[in-house]
């Protein structure tokens, strides 16, 4: 059967792999029809992915439908179409058993560190299949990608009425910035791209978004500034034009207290640094984004303010099911998510030309069938 295979950095090809064996127990056999293009395969691609190995058939954003199962397999049958949580863990180590398979001591994600859905037909385990009769296969293979706004969004938990900061509009913070809405919090948006405020506004309905210069300036704080029971930055730093102009458009938006979490979905270490200054006094910051860089930060800016740092890794079931529920119910719009396609020999030539800003992608799909 058919496959994509990425041989090393920058070199796709369409190649012919084995068919699958039957399902052992608690396996299923399915066929997948749709796969989303995230920022993981793009990185992949470059070579600049940590946990990406080579050769390897990428793909882990899947709507499939079930072709057979293995015995004592319950949860699905023959004909389920679903989505796929691509996380497989080990159901022993520590964080298993506590039930948090997302971050599974040795935790493998398909299309990353094993062979993904770029294929015709694969075997999962059945417990990771969350089927639904209403979703699309385009909709089902979203759910991957929403289900990591969803489980940034909660481990930030905000309130009805509390402002929450999304720091990042790429696809994943798009993601965070659904969930935000569906908490009934206030969402401001911040970006270096106007392009990407624009989408988050006009696709979103954002009403908040600040357009930053991505410097990081809020980080040259200096002691007087840290110890000043304001944290007025303006004065501290001795002239305008240290002053982060973003920081002080949060302070207008929010009276003067800053976003009670703050969800910083940028990749950049300089941002995920800097965005300590934009949380409020007892506020939280949520990690989603992922740098291999050193973040640094000087601690009193924490301390002061009693934040809580958070990092936020993957999505749990739950997260699957509810969003499958959600999109059926009309509660996400998934309109305005896809926006490029590409049948499967097609990906080998498309591919780099969605890795362009220029061509506006926000969620690429590949029809496998
Ligand atoms: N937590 C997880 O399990 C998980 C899963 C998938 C992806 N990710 C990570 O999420 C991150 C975002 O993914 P994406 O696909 O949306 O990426 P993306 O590159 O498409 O989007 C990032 C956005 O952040 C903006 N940005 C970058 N630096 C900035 C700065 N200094 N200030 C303000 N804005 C800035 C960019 O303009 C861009 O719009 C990546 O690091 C990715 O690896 C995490
Ligand atoms: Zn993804
Ligand atoms: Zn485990």
């Known amino acids: 059967m058919k496959a994509i295979l990425l041989e090393r950095p920058e070199h796709l090809s369409v190649t012919s792999i084995a068919e699958p064996k039957p399902p052992a127990p608690g396996e299923a056999l399915i066929r997948i029809h749709r796969v989303g293009i995230c920022g993981t395969d793009y990185s992949g691609y470059l070579g600049k992915m940590p946990f990406y190995s080579y050769p390897r058939i990428p793909g882990h954003e899947l709507g499939v439908q079930v072709v057979t199962v293995g015995e004592r397999v319950t949860n699905v049958k023959p004909g389920d179409r679903c989505s796929?949580?691509?996380?497989?863990?080990?159901?022993?180590?520590?964080?298993?058993?506590?039930?948090?398979?997302?971050?599974?001591?040795?935790?493998?994600?398909?299309?990353?560190?094993?062979?993904?859905?770029?294929?015709?037909?694969?075997?999962?385990?059945?417990?990771k299949l969350h089927p639904s009769p209403k979703l699309t296969m385009e909709q089902l293979a979203l759910v991957e990608t929403l289900a990591i706004g969803c489980h940034a969004v909660n481990r930030g938990h905000p309130q009805p009425g509390e402002n929450v900061l999304v720091i990042g509009a790429g696809p994943i913070g798009l993601s965070v910035i659904e969930f935000v809405k569906l908490s009934g919090a206030r969402t401001l948006v911040l970006d270096m791209k106007a392009q990407r405020l624009d989408f988050a506004k006009s696709k979103m309905g954002v009403d908040h978004t600040i357009l930053s210069k991505g410097d990081g300036k809020e980080v040259a704080l200096s002691p007087q500034t840290?110890?000043?029971?304001?944290?007025?930055?303006?004065?501290?730093?001795?002239?305008?034009g240290a002053v982060s102009s973003a920081l002080e458009e949060l302070k207008e938006l929010t009276d003067g207290v800053l976003p009670s979490v703050v969800i910083d979905a940028t990749g950049s270490n300089k941002s995920m640094s800097n965005a300590l200054n934009f949380v409020a006094h007892t506020g939280k910051l949520v990690f989603v984004g992922i740098t291999t860089q050193e973040i640094?930060?000087?601690?009193?800016?924490?301390?002061?303010?009693?934040?809580?740092?958070?990092?936020?890794?993957?999505?749990?079931?739950?997260?699957?099911?509810?969003?499958?529920?959600?999109?059926?119910?009309?509660?996400?719009?998934?309109?305005?998510?896809?926006?490029?396609?590409?049948?499967?020999?097609?990906?080998?030539?498309?591919?780099?030309?969605?890795?362009?800003?220029?061509?506006?992608?926000?969620?690429?799909?590949?029809?496998?069938t």
């Open 296 to 368: 640094s930060f000087v601690h009193p800016l924490m301390h002061r303010r009693e934040m809580t740092l958070l990092a936020s890794r993957n999505a749990l079931p739950p997260d699957f099911t509810r969003i499958i529920k959600l999109i059926e119910d009309g509660q996400i719009d998934t309109r305005p998510w896809i926006t490029h396609h590409a049948q499967f020999e097609e990906i080998i030539d498309v591919f780099p030309a969605w890795l362009k800003p220029e061509t506006g992608v926000i969620k690429a799909v590949m029809h496998v």
């Open 226 to 240: 840290l110890l000043s029971p304001t944290d007025r930055v303006r004065g501290a730093l001795g002239g305008e």
């Open 84 to 127: 796929v949580e691509p996380y497989m863990n080990c159901q022993q180590c520590f964080a298993c058993r506590r039930g948090n398979s997302n971050c599974c001591e040795s935790l493998k994600v398909l299309g990353v560190m094993m062979d993904g859905g770029m294929c015709e037909q694969m075997i999962v385990p059945a417990r």
